[in-house]
C-alpha cells in the first residue's frame, strides 16, 4: 500500500517523462545549433541538386576492373554516372525553358567540338574514331558543362570540392596500406607502388586524385585565411550576433591544412613525376596568388614536411631519393619509360607533318606510330600487382595530350582545346584578381548567416586545379578510369571562371 501510495504520488510514468523531458531538451538544442550554422543548413539542404556531380565523384571508389587503355570510354561505373548526369542537366535545362548558358561559356565549352568533328570527318575511317569522339565531348564539353549548370554559388563550389577532396582521403589511405604491405603495384621489382583501387593499369589514377585533393585543400586554406584577415574587424563586431563568425574560418583552415599534409604521404608514395612536378607547380602559383610572403613560408614548411616524411620517418626515403634524382636524368641519363616516351614524341611530330592542318584522324596514332617512332621504342609497358596479372600493356598514345591531339586532330584541334583552356585560365585569373579586390563587404553576413566572401578560396581552388592539369598533360593524357575526375574538375573550373559575377555568389535562395 505504501508502494502504491508513493506511486500515485510521483505519477505512473514519472521515470519516463524525465527521460523525454531531457531528450526533447537536447533535440530542440542540436535543432538550434543546425540552424544556426549555416554550413550545416547548406549541407542539409543542396545534396538533392549536388547528388549526380557527387554520385560520379564516389562511384570512382569502385575497384578498377578495366584493361587499363580506358580510351573506349562509358565501361566504368563513374562514366555511366557521368552520363546520366549529363542526361539529368539537359532534362532540367528544357523543363526550364532558360538559356544554360552564357556566350562566353557556350564558345569556350564548345571550342574542342570544332577540333574533333573536325578530326572525325577528316579521318580515313570516321566509324573507328567514333569512340574518341564521345570521349573527348565527355571529357571536355559535356560533363564539364554539366558540373557547370549544377553548381549555383560558391557554397556548391566548396561541397562539390570537398567530395573530391573526400575521395582523395580515401584513395589516399588504400594507397599507403597498399605500400606498407607491399600489395601495391610492381616498382624496381618489388610491389610498393600506391595505386589506391585503380589498379596497375593506371598507375596515374590515385596520384590525379590525391594531387586534385591537396591542391583543393591548400587553395581553401588560403582563401579561408584571406577572407578572415580582410573581415576580421568587422567579424570581431558581428561576433555578438553570429558567436561562430571568427572561429570557423579557422576550423577550416586547420582542417585543410591538416589534409594537405596528409595528402603529401601517398602523392610521395605513388612515385609519380609527372604528379610531383604538376602538383608543385599548382601549389606554388597557389601560394604566389596568394602573397610573397606566404610563398616564402610554405617553401619553409614544404621543405621541413619533406625532411620529416623522407628523412625522419623513412618513407621510401631511398626510392623517392632516387625518383627525385631521376628528374634531373632525364635529358642525360633517361630510364626505359623517359626514353620510349621521347620516342613517341618523336613520332607523333613526325604523324603530325603528314596532315598538318586536320590530323591523321581521331584513334589514328596507334596506327601510325610504328611506320614513324624508330627502333629504340619498346611499343609496351610491364603492369603487375595490386591483385592483377603480369601483362604487357601496348603504348597506345605520346603520353603526351598535345601532341596527341596535335598527331590525331592537327593545328584545328590543338588550336581549339588549347585555346579553350587558356581562355579558362584567363578568365580564371580575372575573377581571383576581382575577388581579391572585394575585401569591404567579406565581413558583412546576409540574412542567413552567411559570411559574404570574395571567394578567393573557389579562385585558388579552380585556378590550382587547372594549372595543375595543364602541367600534367605535358606528362600525359586522357584515359583510363580516373579521367572522368578530370571532366568534374575542369567543370569546377569552368564555373568559377564563366558565371556571371551576379551568380558567383556566396548563397543562392533556391
Given at each position: 500500500?505504501?508502494?502504491?501510495?508513493?506511486?500515485?504520488?510521483?505519477?505512473?510514468?514519472?521515470?519516463?517523462?524525465a527521460v523525454r523531458g531531457v531528450a526533447r531538451r537536447v533535440r530542440t538544442q542540436a535543432v538550434r545549433a543546425w540552424a544556426g550554422n549555416p554550413w550545416a543548413a547548406a549541407l542539409f539542404h543542396r545534396p538533392?541538386?549536388?547528388?549526380?556531380?557527387?554520385?560520379?565523384?564516389?562511384?570512382?571508389?569502385?575497384?578498377?576492373?578495366?584493361?587499363?587503355?580506358?580510351?573506349?570510354?562509358?565501361?566504368?561505373?563513374?562514366?555511366?554516372?557521368?552520363?546520366?548526369?549529363?542526361?539529368?542537366?539537359?532534362?532540367?535545362?528544357?523543363?526550364?525553358?532558360?538559356?544554360?548558358?552564357?556566350?562566353?561559356?557556350?564558345?569556350?565549352?564548345?571550342?574542342?567540338?570544332?577540333?574533333?568533328?573536325?578530326?572525325?570527318?577528316?579521318?580515313?575511317?570516321?566509324?573507328?574514331?567514333?569512340?574518341?569522339?564521345?570521349?573527348?565531348?565527355?571529357?571536355?564539353?559535356?560533363?564539364?558543362?554539366?558540373?557547370?549548370?549544377?553548381?549555383?554559388?560558391?557554397?556548391?563550389?566548396?561541397?562539390?570540392?570537398?567530395?573530391?577532396?573526400?575521395?582523395?582521403?580515401?584513395?589516399?589511405?588504400?594507397?599507403?596500406?597498399?605500400?606498407?604491405?607491399?600489395?601495391?603495384?610492381?616498382?624496381?621489382?618489388?610491389?610498393?607502388?600506391?595505386?589506391?583501387?585503380?589498379?596497375?593499369?593506371?598507375?596515374?589514377?590515385?596520384?590525379?586524385?590525391?594531387?586534385?585533393?591537396?591542391?583543393?585543400?591548400?587553395?581553401?586554406?588560403?582563401?579561408?585565411?584571406?577572407?578572415?584577415?580582410?573581415?576580421?574587424?568587422?567579424?570581431?563586431?558581428?561576433?555578438?550576433?553570429?558567436?561562430?563568425?571568427?572561429?570557423?574560418?579557422?576550423?577550416?583552415?586547420?582542417?585543410?591544412?591538416?589534409?594537405?599534409?596528409?595528402?603529401?604521404?601517398?602523392?610521395?608514395?605513388?612515385?609519380?613525376?609527372?604528379?610531383?612536378?604538376?602538383?608543385?607547380?599548382?601549389?606554388?602559383?597557389?601560394?604566389?596568388?596568394?602573397?610573397?610572403?606566404?610563398?616564402?613560408?610554405?617553401?619553409?614548411?614544404?621543405?621541413?614536411?619533406?625532411?620529416?616524411?623522407?628523412?625522419?620517418?623513412?618513407?621510401?626515403?631511398?626510392?623517392?631519393?632516387?625518383?627525385?634524382?631521376?628528374?634531373?636524368?632525364?635529358?642525360?641519363?633517361?630510364?626505359?619509360?623517359?626514353?620510349?616516351?621521347?620516342?613517341?614524341?618523336?613520332?607523333?611530330?613526325?604523324?603530325?607533318?603528314?596532315?598538318?592542318?586536320?590530323?591523321?584522324?581521331?584513334?589514328?596514332?596507334?596506327?601510325?606510330?610504328?611506320?614513324?617512332?624508330?627502333?629504340?621504342?619498346?611499343?609496351?609497358?610491364?603492369?603487375?600487382?595490386?591483385?592483377?596479372?603480369?601483362?604487357?600493356?601496348?603504348?597506345?598514345?605520346?603520353?603526351?595530350?598535345?601532341?596527341?591531339?596535335?598527331?590525331?586532330?592537327?593545328?584545328?584541334?590543338?588550336?581549339?582545346?588549347?585555346?579553350?583552356?587558356?581562355?579558362?585560365?584567363?578568365?580564371?585569373?580575372?575573377?581571383?584578381?576581382?575577388?581579391?579586390?572585394?575585401?569591404?563587404?567579406?565581413?558583412?553576413?546576409?540574412?542567413?548567416?552567411?559570411?559574404?566572401?570574395?571567394?578567393?578560396?573557389?579562385?585558388?581552388?579552380?585556378?590550382?586545379?587547372?594549372?595543375?592539369?595543364?602541367?600534367?598533360?605535358?606528362?600525359?593524357?586522357?584515359?583510363?578510369?580516373?579521367?572522368?575526375?578530370?571532366?568534374?574538375?575542369?567543370?569546377?573550373?569552368?564555373?568559377?571562371?564563366?558565371?556571371?559575377?551576379?551568380?558567383?555568389?556566396?548563397?543562392?535562395?533556391?
Amino acid at each position: 500500500m505504501a508502494a502504491d501510495s508513493a506511486g500515485a504520488l510521483l505519477g505512473p510514468d514519472r521515470p519516463g517523462r524525465a527521460v523525454r523531458g531531457v531528450a526533447r531538451r537536447v533535440r530542440t538544442q542540436a535543432v538550434r545549433a543546425w540552424a544556426g550554422n549555416p554550413w550545416a543548413a547548406a549541407l542539409f539542404h543542396r545534396p538533392a541538386r549536388l547528388l549526380p556531380v557527387v554520385v560520379v565523384i564516389g562511384l570512382l571508389v569502385v575497384p578498377s576492373t578495366s584493361a587499363g587503355n580506358g580510351s573506349a570510354g562509358g565501361g566504368t561505373p563513374a562514366d555511366i554516372a557521368s552520363a546520366l548526369l549529363v542526361v539529368h542537366c539537359l532534362v532540367r535545362v528544357l523543363r526550364e525553358r532558360a538559356r544554360p548558358l552564357t556566350r562566353t561559356a557556350a564558345l569556350v565549352l564548345g571550342l574542342p567540338v570544332l577540333g574533333v568533328t573536325v578530326a572525325a570527318v577528316a579521318s580515313h575511317d570516321p566509324a573507328a574514331g567514333l569512340p574518341g569522339l564521345a570521349r573527348y565531348l565527355q571529357i571536355f564539353v559535356l560533363v564539364p558543362g554539366a558540373v557547370l549548370l549544377t553548381v549555383r554559388d560558391r557554397t556548391d563550389f566548396r561541397l562539390v570540392a570537398g567530395a573530391v577532396a573526400a575521395l582523395a582521403l580515401v584513395q589516399g589511405a588504400v594507397g599507403v596500406v597498399q605500400y606498407l604491405t607491399r600489395t601495391g603495384a610492381s616498382y624496381m621489382g618489388e610491389e610498393i607502388r600506391a595505386v589506391g583501387t585503380f589498379g596497375p593499369s593506371d598507375v596515374m589514377g590515385m596520384a590525379t586524385v590525391v594531387s586534385y585533393g591537396l591542391v583543393i585543400a591548400v587553395g581553401l586554406a588560403l582563401g579561408g585565411g584571406q577572407a578572415g584577415q580582410a573581415g576580421q574587424a568587422d567579424q570581431a563586431g558581428q561576433a555578438g550576433r553570429t558567436g561562430r563568425a571568427g572561429r570557423a574560418p579557422r576550423a577550416w583552415r586547420v582542417a585543410a591544412l591538416v589534409c594537405a599534409g596528409l595528402f603529401a604521404v601517398p602523392l610521395t608514395l605513388s612515385f609519380s613525376r609527372g604528379a610531383w612536378i604538376a602538383t608543385a607547380v599548382a601549389v606554388a602559383l597557389q601560394f604566389l596568388l596568394s602573397g610573397p610572403r606566404r610563398a616564402a613560408k610554405a617553401a619553409l614548411v614544404a621543405g621541413a614536411v619533406g625532411v620529416v616524411l623522407v628523412g625522419g620517418l623513412g618513407v621510401g626515403s631511398k626510392l623517392v631519393g632516387e625518383r627525385l634524382s631521376s628528374i634531373a636524368q632525364v635529358t642525360d641519363a633517361p630510364d626505359r619509360s623517359v626514353s620510349d616516351r621521347y620516342v613517341m614524341w618523336a613520332a607523333a611530330v613526325d604523324i603530325w607533318k603528314e596532315r598538318p592542318v586536320t590530323g591523321v584522324g581521331l584513334k589514328g596514332f596507334p596506327e601510325y606510330r610504328d611506320s614513324h617512332a624508330s627502333l629504340a621504342l619498346s611499343a609496351a609497358s610491364d603492369t603487375d600487382g595490386a591483385g592483377a596479372q603480369f601483362r604487357r600493356q601496348p603504348l597506345l598514345s605520346p603520353h603526351n595530350m598535345y601532341l596527341l591531339v596535335l598527331s590525331e586532330q592537327g593545328l584545328v584541334g590543338l588550336m581549339a582545346l588549347a585555346g579553350g583552356w587558356a581562355a579558362l585560365l584567363v578568365c580564371a585569373l580575372r575573377r581571383l584578381y576581382e575577388a581579391r579586390r572585394s575585401r569591404g563587404p567579406q565581413g558583412a553576413h546576409t540574412a542567413r548567416g552567411f559570411r559574404r566572401a570574395g571567394g578567393a578560396d573557389c579562385g585558388l581552388v579552380a585556378v590550382g586545379l587547372l594549372v595543375w592539369q595543364l602541367m600534367s598533360f605535358g606528362y600525359g593524357d586522357i584515359g583510363g578510369p580516373s579521367t572522368v575526375l578530370t571532366a568534374v574538375a575542369l567543370g569546377l573550373v569552368a564555373w568559377w571562371a564563366l558565371t556571371p559575377r551576379r551568380s558567383n555568389r556566396e548563397v543562392v535562395h533556391a
